[in-house]
């Protein structure tokens, strides 16, 4: 393991001598994390239910079992914990793929594989160790914006609102379960991607159609759509999971020293 | 040190290495001819244990390609053809990186680097982007990767393709260096003739795939040339004298160059003695008698099939 983690070291010292992946990585945490939200926050506009009128039209929503008093909270709280962590997982999914389509296919590209695969790791070192880079900063740059992203949205809500309507069990779902299986899933199946991929470009562009059906899937059960209506978090990240654990076998099928070096 | 037997490399349609078996002393620099697209690069691959042979085997220090190939990986330096440093890290840090794959400790990997870094003069760039490197350093510097772990073979891929005349020349005095100081055994492949006739004890010639012609360049000249070539330089000469000398037996054809005359002799018979006497007990002054070698080139050539 001594090895998978020297490799780990490497890709993220290489990543970050890169102003341009840096970019990469920091716009996409930027828009998501913290331009999202607050566009959301300017969103919440709080109705008048002080006169009588507004008392009369009161009626009482529930949302998770948390009571919501008229049609604006709703939407606050909708987007607070439906809409933004389901659009933040662009992140863990989209730069998990920026980072390993650099540090895979571009290692190809750049033929630096050769000199990587002539070393005396073993297959399964060189599979973790080309994993871990892209995992990681996948996941703490997701999380980082997550939070970020929840004490932005908070305090719009306090401030327009009066009171926070965070649900701080989605969030932590959201962050400990769903951000590293989303990444997981990514990698997992960028690596099946850059066995085949010529080029950087190439394995950035296939492995990105992933963020697709992650996507659908989880608005399809934030909005009670076809089979996944009423799936909670916990089984989304389970099937994540389980994908991931798919690719994972299948890459580790593929991954092997004469095909990545007859592909170059 | 390497033995191949019969191995064969196919990749879709193109048989890269057919049928190819050589063997490599210890300690020798065994350079390892042959045009673009021969097979070279394809062989130390498959020496290396990168690439799996379609049939056939070798041995590595006595080490089976197929059986123990992360063993053979951690007792073998290669210089691969292109570079592959990290451009974006600096000197140090792909040394430090390749180090610890080799599985040596931060301290005895400091040590090793730094003595590295300074047989090769790189040390003051220690700090530098290889990306800033010119292809000369960075040769260099890939040859120091190859050395990190102390290889008991070293592999190098035309060390000196694509360098300026300085650079080329610096990196040969350098591989001279590390097979006379070091007694390493050095598998050189290049299609750099006067670089092989420079350093090589012994080679192989491959072409298409297939090896045609081994041993020591003598050897190989014996081998393939049933004639030679002796040059006679005399004052002055006429009709007379060159007659004199065809009419000796072995003699196959004598030809005129301003005042030397070549004379293609059977290689089977010995008549420096002979051209001489009939020179001089003709009257004639001898300045010079040399036998003229087959170039390397001649062999190479001819190897090839040109
Ligand atoms: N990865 C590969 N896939 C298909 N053909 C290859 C591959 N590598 C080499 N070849 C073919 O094998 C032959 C030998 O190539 P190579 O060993 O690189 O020659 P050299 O190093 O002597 O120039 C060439 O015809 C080349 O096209
Ligand atoms: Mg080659």
Redesign the interface.
């Known amino acids: 393991m001594r090895k998978a983690l020297a490799i780990m070291r490497k890709d993220l010292k290489e990543v970050f001598s890169s102003r341009q992946l840096i970019i990469s990585i920091v716009v996409p945490a930027l828009v998501f994390g913290v331009i999202l939200p607050i566009v959301f926050g300017l969103s919440f506009t709080a109705e008048d239910n002080s006169t009588e009128i507004g008392i009369l039209n009161q009626t009482i929503y529930r949302y998770d079992g948390v009571v919501l008093r008229d049609s604006s909270e709703v939407i606050a709280y909708w987007m607070m914990n439906y809409m933004l962590p389901i659009l933040l997982m662009v992140l863990p999914c989209g730069i998990t793929c920026v980072v390993a389509a650099d540090s895979i296919a571009g290692e190809k590209e750049r033929k630096t594989l050769e000199a990587l695969l002539l070393m005396p790791v073993s297959n399964f070192e060189l599979f973790i160790g080309k994993m871990l880079a892209p995992f990681v900063i996948g996941v703490v740059i997701a999380s980082v914006s997550a939070i970020v992203s929840m004490a932005i949205s908070s305090y719009f809500s306090i401030s327009l609102l009066g009171k926070s309507f965070l649900n701080i069990s989605t969030w932590a779902i959201t962050i400990l379960l769903l951000i590293p299986t989303v990444a997981f899933m990514a990698i997992t199946f960028s690596v099946i991607v850059s066995v085949y991929a010529k080029g950087v470009r190439e394995a950035q562009q296939m492995s990105g159609a992933i963020i697709v059906p992650i996507v659908i899937i989880l608005i399809a059960s934030a909005t009670n759509m076809a089979v996944f209506a009423g799936v909670s978090r916990i089984l989304l990240a389970l099937l994540f999971l389980l994908t991931g654990l798919i690719f994972s076998y299948v890459s580790s099928k593929l991954m092997d020293r004469e095909k990545l070096i007859l592909r170059v | 040190m390497i033995e191949t037997f019969d191995l064969t490399k196919k990749?879709d349609g193109v048989t890269a290495v057919n049928e190819v078996s050589f063997k490599v002393f210890k300690g020798e620099i065994f350079g390892y001819l042959g045009p673009n697209g021969a097979g070279k690069t394809t062989t130390v691959?498959l020496l290396?244990?990168?690439?799996?042979p379609t049939s056939g085997t070798a041995t590595v220090c006595g080490y089976d390609i197929l059986e123990d190939a992360?063993?053979i990986?951690?007792i073998i330096g290669?210089l691969?053809e292109?570079?592959?440093?990290?451009?974006?890290?600096s000197a140090l840090?792909n040394l430090l990186?390749?180090a610890?794959?080799?599985?040596m400790n931060e301290n005895e990997a400091r040590r090793r680097i730094k003595e590295l870094l300074e047989f090769f003069g790189l040390w003051e760039r220690r700090r530098d982007?290889v990306g800033t490197f010119s292809k000369g350093m960075m040769k260099k510097l890939a040859i120091a990767?190859a050395l990190l772990h102390d290889p008991e073979v070293l592999f190098l891929d035309e060390p000196t393709s694509g360098l300026d005349p300085k650079s080329a020349k610096e990196i040969r005095e350098l591989i001279l260096k590390l097979s006379k100081a070091e007694k390493r055994t050095i598998f050189l492949c290049t299609h750099n003739l006067f670089e092989a006739e420079m350093l090589c004890n012994r080679i192989a010639v491959i072409n298409e795939g297939v090896i045609v012609g081994i041993g020591e360049k003598g050897e190989l000249e014996e081998k393939l040339f049933k004639s030679k070539v002796i040059e006679v330089k005399v004052s002055e000469l006429d009709e007379r004298l060159l007659e004199k000398i065809r009419e000796i037996t072995g003699v196959i054809n004598v030809k005129v160059k301003g005042n030397i005359i070549e004379i293609t002799v059977n290689k089977d018979f010995n008549l420096h003695h002979e051209i001489a006497e009939k020179v001089v007990l003709g009257g004639y002054k001898l300045k010079a008698l040399t036998e003229k070698r087959h170039s390397l080139e001649d062999i190479y050539m001819t190897l090839i099939g040109e």
């Open positions: 990749f691959r290396s244990c990168v690439l799996r992360d063993k990986r951690s290669v691969t292109f570079p592959t440093l990290y451009e974006r890290l840090d990186f390749f610890k794959l080799y599985g982007k990767r």
